[in-house]
C-alpha cells in the first residue's frame, strides 16, 4: 500500500500502480463539472455586475495573452501577488486552463480532437470513456495530476467568488453619521477602483447618503472597530479571535465543503464565508 499523491494533506492509502486516491480523483472530477456549470451562468452574472466586471471577462473567450497582460492588475490586486511574478497564461479563467490542459494531454497520449475547443469540450474530454480516462491521467506517474487538481480547485474558487462578490456588496459597518436615534444606521458598502491596483482608492460609501464615504485607512482607523463583528468575510486568524473557531477546524469545515471559500483579501490570505463557519459552530455547540 502506497500514500495518494494527489494532495499533500491527503494520507489515504492505495493499491499499486494507483498513486490517486478515490476521494482526490471524485473531488477534482466533481470540480470539472462546477466549473463547466458555472461557466454557463457567467454571461447571466455579466449582465447584472456590468461590463468591465470580473463576470463579463469570464463569460467571454478572453484567454488571449494581450488580455491576459491587462487583466495583470487586477489579479495583482486581489491575491497581493506582484504582476511581474505572475504566470504567462490566465491562471482563473477557466477556457484559459482547462483547454490548455486538454492540449497538453492530447499531445501526450497521442490524441487529436479537430473541433473548436470549448469549456464545455474540454470538462467533455476529461470526462471521456465513462471516467476512465481521468482515472487514467490522475494514476499515471508521467502526468502531474496534483497540480492539475490545484489549478482546477483554484480556477473553481475564483468563479464561485466572483458569482457571490456579483450578488452579495461586501457590507461593513453602520454608517456612523447615519445612526438615528435608537442607533439604527445602514452598513457602509465598499466600492472598488479597479484602476488602483494598490487598493488605496477604494472606499466604503453610505447606501443612504453617498457624501458619507471612508477610504480604505479611514475606515479601519476611525470604523474599523466593528469591522469583524459586521464582516460577511474574514480570513482564518479573524475569524478565530471573533468567533473562537479554530482555524485547523475552519479550514477542515471548507475542505469538506461546509463553509465556502470566498476568495482572498488584498495581502492574498484565503476569506472564508463568516455565516457558514458560525452555523457550523452552532451545529456542534
Known amino acids: 500500500m502506497t500514500e495518494c499523491t494527489a494532495r499533500a494533506s491527503c494520507a489515504r492509502e492505495v493499491e499499486p500502480p494507483e498513486i490517486t486516491c478515490p ?17 454557463t451562468q457567467m454571461p447571466v452574472e455579466a449582465i447584472y455586475a456590468g461590463i468591465n466586471s470580473e463576470a ?7 484567454a488571449d495573452p494581450t488580455t491576459w497582460s491587462a487583466r495583470r492588475v487586477y489579479v495583482a490586486r486581489t491575491t497581493g501577488v506582484m ?26 497520449y497521442g490524441l ?47 468563479l464561485e467568488a466572483v458569482i457571490h462578490d456579483s450578488r452579495v456588496p461586501e457590507l461593513g459597518a453602520p454608517c456612523p453619521e447615519c445612526s438615528d436615534e435608537a442607533g439604527f444606521a445602514d452598513r457602509l458598502v465598499k466600492r472598488y477602483v479597479d484602476e488602483d491596483p494598490t487598493g488605496a ?3 466604503w460609501v453610505c447606501p443612504v447618503d453617498p457624501g458619507h464615504y471612508w477610504s480604505e485607512a479611514d475606515y479601519r482607523m476611525r470604523v474599523g472597530a466593528n469591522y469583524l463583528a459586521y ?35 488584498g495581502h492574498g490570505r484565503q476569506l472564508y464565508d463568516v455565516a457558514e463557519a458560525r452555523g457550523m459552530r452552532e451545529v456542534i455547540a
Open 23 to 39: 476521494v482526490c480523483l471524485g473531488r477534482t472530477r466533481s470540480n470539472l463539472d462546477k466549473i463547466a456549470y458555472l461557466a
Open 56 to 62: 463579463a471577462y469570464l463569460a467571454g473567450p478572453a
Open 83 to 108: 504582476q511581474a511574478s505572475l504566470e504567462d497564461d490566465d491562471p482563473w479563467h477557466p477556457y484559459s486552463v482547462l483547454t490548455r490542459w486538454q492540449m497538453m494531454i492530447e499531445e501526450d
Open 112 to 158: 487529436r480532437d479537430t473541433r473548436k475547443m470549448t469549456i464545455s469540450g474540454a470538462v467533455a474530454f476529461f470526462a471521456r470513456d465513462d471516467g476512465r480516462f481521468l482515472h487514467r491521467f490522475a494514476n499515471d506517474p508521467e502526468q502531474d495530476f496534483p497540480l492539475f487538481a490545484r489549478e482546477v480547485a483554484a480556477c473553481l474558487t475564483h
Open 201 to 203: 482608492s477604494d472606499r
Open 231 to 265: 464582516a460577511a468575510v474574514l480570513t482564518a486568524d479573524q475569524i478565530r479571535d471573533q468567533y473562537r473557531i479554530a482555524p485547523g477546524t475552519l479550514r477542515r469545515w471548507a475542505a469538506e465543503g461546509k463553509v465556502t471559500k470566498r476568495g482572498r483579501d
